[in-house]
Every structure is written in C-alpha cells, then in structure tokens.
C-alpha cells in the first residue's frame, strides 16, 4: 500500500522559510514524478512543483526563485525548501506521487 507522509509544516513570518519533506513507502520511488501541489481555503489546488525520476524540474511562476525541490531516491523522500514565504504561500500543501497519491497535507502559514 502507497504512504506519502509529509513534514515539516508551521507557522512563519513573511520572508522566512520552511523545509517540507514527504517520505513514501509501499513503492517503488526512483521511477516516478514526485510533485508538492497546495491548495489554500476557497481555492484549487495548484502545482507548486514536481521533479522527475530523471532530475527534471518545473516550478509554478509564483514559486520561481524562492522555492527548491530535491529528492533522495535512497531515503525515498522528496523535498520542498521554502523561502523568502510570503503570506500568499499560506496552504495545505500535499505531496504527490505519479500524480496518483497524496499525502495527507502539511499546513503552512505565513504570517506576522
């Protein structure tokens, strides 16, 4: 059974950061897409990044920048560095995998 659990959510002021990771488990992980969507309330959810099994990387224009992601395919984790957060970046944010799975979300507030 496929288990993406994400960390590392909280509550920051406007221009810090944050480190998100999301460890998955019961498959195979180098193969896949792995991507950090967030939807924040009255909104859809939105791509915010994804990373390929071969390295490739695409970034939403509001994330350009300022947000990183990585993964470690020994630790089958992928990871989502966060900074320069603005209050606009305030979501859940949900890992996926193969665009299949979800995680279960990790809040993340931006605010003073």
């Known amino acids: 059974q496929v288990q993406l659990v994400e960390s590392g959510g909280g509550l920051v002021q406007p221009g810090g950061s944050l480190r998100l990771s999301c460890a998955a488990s019961?498959?195979?992980?180098?193969?896949?897409?792995m991507g950090w969507y967030r939807q924040a309330p009255g909104k859809q959810r939105e791509l915010v990044a994804s990373?390929?099994?071969?390295?490739?990387?695409n970034y939403a224009d509001s994330v350009k920048g300022r947000f990183t992601i990585s993964r470690n395919n020994v630790k089958k984790t992928v990871y989502l560095q966060m900074n320069s957060l603005k209050p606009e970046d305030t979501a859940v944010y949900y890992c996926n995998l193969d665009r299949n799975y979800w995680g279960r979300g990790t809040q993340v507030t931006v605010s003073s």
């Open positions: 990373i390929t099994s071969g390295g490739s990387i």
């Open positions: 019961g498959t195979i992980f180098n193969i896949y897409t």
